[in-house]
Each structure stands twice: as C-alpha cells, then as structure tokens.
C-alpha cells in the first residue's frame, strides 16, 4: 500500500462550484498534515496544514481530517479558474521529528469558466 | 514569495558529471528538506538537515550527499549523474523540524 494515496484526476469542476480533493495515508499515528498547490512549471506552494481531528477553514479552504478513517480532504468553495492546478497531499509519518514529508502525486484539478 | 532561494535555476549535465545545487533557507529557519519531484510525480524525499546535522534520508543511493552551513543554506550534490536524476529538485526550509516546508523556485536538471 502506498503510503499517502490522491486521485491523479483531472477532477474539473464548474466555476463557483465546490471542488473537493481526498487524500488518504497509511502511517495511523501520523500527526501533521499539509495540503500545497502547484501551478504547471512551478513549485509547491504551501496553502494549509492540520493537526487535529475536524475541520480547519481559511478563506475559500477547509481542510477535513479523520485519523481514525486516515483520511485528509481539502474543499475549495466558490472555486475559480485562477484555482486550476495541481494540488498535493502531503503526510508528515510517524510523530518523531525527523520523519520525512511524504507526498501524495497531486491531484489535478481544473475550473471551467 | 517563500524567502527561499534556489540557484541555478536550470542545469544541463551529461551522464556521470557532478553537480552541486544551492538553497539559501528563509531567514530563521533551521531547517532545510531537498527533494526530487520528476513529471507527474509528487516531490520524494531526498534529505533533510536541521542545524548543520543529516536530519532523516529518503530512499536515494549514496551519491546523493549534503551540506547545512551555519547559516543554515544548503547545498545538494549528486555524482556519477544517470539519465533518471533528469527532475525538478526542490529545496524547503521550515522553522523546526515539525513545522510546516516552504518551498523555493526549484532547480530544473536536465541529464543529456
């Protein structure tokens, strides 16, 4: 089993609507969870991090975690074309320090206009 | 903008050369994570380094090798260059170990 798991996509949404992006990991006592976004050509660009069971709202994001499920989501509402991109889960595994980031292979996601 | 810088930006190597990448952390963080991210792939893990030590290595072999200096930028090199280390290599710095990556630009390595 791979070790945090994203569908590869394309999930295209209509603009405004609610767009909606899974992830799942397999490390049950992983304890820091991160979502990026990453535009074609360019480098992740980190857009929200989760520690605890629940949801998390910034702006037009929520992210959603159940450890229980080992189950990290991101929602974006009101979604724009300007959010078409790739989006990547990333799972920090294990709850020692020097665990490495993991990453998902991103989800990619387009807004038509 | 991240604060983290990465030079070059793009490189062109022929198999079995060296080469030497640079990343300069953001101001106040102690650590810096590389990673390798090839075309359609999320970013693997290379190394990552916290106060000038290796911190935690990935699943790479060992002519992939590092460096932190005080002043907490890094360098990564890689020997005996082969076709497949062809990616984007990304450096990240964060505050602490736990703390959330903030990635620079990236080098683009291309392997003739």
């Known amino acids: 089993q791979k070790e945090v798991e994203q569908n590869s996509g394309p999930l295209s949404v209509p603009e405004g609507a609610i767009a909606s992006l899974n992830c799942t990991y397999s490390?049950?006592?992983?304890?820091?969870f991160f979502w990026y976004r990453q535009y074609s050509g360019k480098s992740p660009e980190l857009i929200m991090s989760i520690y605890s069971n629940g949801d998390k709202e910034d702006g037009r994001f929520t992210a959603q975690l159940n450890k229980a499920s080992q189950y990290v989501s991101l929602l974006i509402r009101d979604s724009q074309p300007s959010d078409s991109a790739t989006y990547l889960c990333?799972?920090?595994?294990?709850?020692?320090?020097?665990?490495?980031?993991?990453f998902g292979k991103g989800t990619r996601l387009s807004v038509i206009a | 903008e991240t604060g983290v810088t990465q030079s070059p930006t793009h490189l062109i190597k022929t198999r079995g050369q060296q080469v030497t990448l640079r990343c300069s952390s953001q101001s106040g963080h102690n650590t810096v994570s590389w990673y390798q991210q090839a075309l359609g792939q999320g970013p693997q893990f290379i190394f990552q380094y916290y106060r000038e030590e290796e911190n935690g290595r990935g699943n790479f072999p060992p002519r992939f090798s590092g460096l932190q200096f005080p002043n907490y930028s890094s360098e990564l090199n890689v020997n005996a260059l082969e076709l497949d280390d062809s990616a984007l290599y990304l450096c990240?710095?964060?505050?602490?170990?736990?703390?959330?990556?903030?990635f620079g630009d990236g080098t683009r390595l291309s392997i003739l």
């Open positions: 990240a710095s964060s505050l602490d170990t736990g703390q959330p990556q903030h």
């Open positions: 490390d049950r006592v992983s304890q820091s």
């Open positions: 990333a799972v920090k595994l294990g709850n020692s320090g020097n665990t490495p980031l993991v």
